[in-house]
């Protein structure tokens, strides 16, 4: 099993320096949220700093996937926003295509995505929107993970097979798996969760949570029972498995360290019970 970390969770971190952190504490991957600080997909050359990145991550010996959780990229007012939703999402999705654009220059699993909040009455929006950035996706034979996210227009795996199906399944789009999101609210437990979309993942995204609550929690502070999660990602999925945690960047490295040693520790106890 390879396991990433968010570069949301090094906020007060240089990419460079992030980088060579989690290269160095035995990480195999990187879950690259393209943001202000990390990659900024406005700024100038980004063809010329993207390559940049993809040296120094092929020189650390890190794959990746390209988020896209970036909070006030887009707008320094509101969070998130625009979204594919709004009454002009221009700017959305010339982030989401920025974002295939550095995907395909890195060669990443996956450029990963969501709604955002609305209401219900802006569901075909969000599908042509959605539409738009698989075609463009496939044109640079990049794969899409899309994420449900609790309280969003698309907050859980049934909101995504609607949307999957609306767009008529096409071959490069997805599901981004948040293991904390199943336990916050998807009905079966959560390696159940896994198994019900193990054909489509893409992309997965780990923490722990407790049930009715949206808050990435490290390991062990919440309610997962982790070795049967990560016995039925080890069954199913052969990519990056990345630690979410964007609230810990004040402890960056600690708290790095210390997931990566709860997660192999989960694995071993999988391999001895299996």
Known sequence: MKFGYGTNGFGNHRLPEALRVIAELGYDG????????HLDPFAADLAGRTKAVGAE??????????????????????KHSPTLMDDD????LEYLRQAVRVGAGLGAQAVSFWAGIGSADRWNRLVDGTGQIVEFAAGHGV?????????????????WRRLHEELGRPANFGITLDIGHCRCLEPWPVAECVTAVAEHLVNVQID??????????????GEIEFPPVLAALEAAYDGLVSVELPRHSHAAPT?????????????????DHG
């Open 30 to 37: 990187v879950a690259l949220t393209l943001d202000t600080y």
């Open 57 to 78: 991550l092929q020189r650390l010996g890190l794959s990746v996937v390209i988020e896209t959780g970036a909070r006030y990229l887009l707008d320094p007012w509101r």
């Open 89 to 92: 999402p221009a700017l959305r």
């Open 143 to 159: 794969t899409l993970g899309f994420e449900p996210e609790p309280g969003m227009l698309v907050n859980d795996i049934a909101d």
């Open 208 to 221: 722990d949570m407790r049930r009715g609550t949206h808050e990435h929690l490290e390991f062990g502070t």
């Open 255 to 271: 708290v790095a360290a210390q997931s990566l040693d709860f997660l192999r520790n989960a694995l071993k106890e999988a391999g």
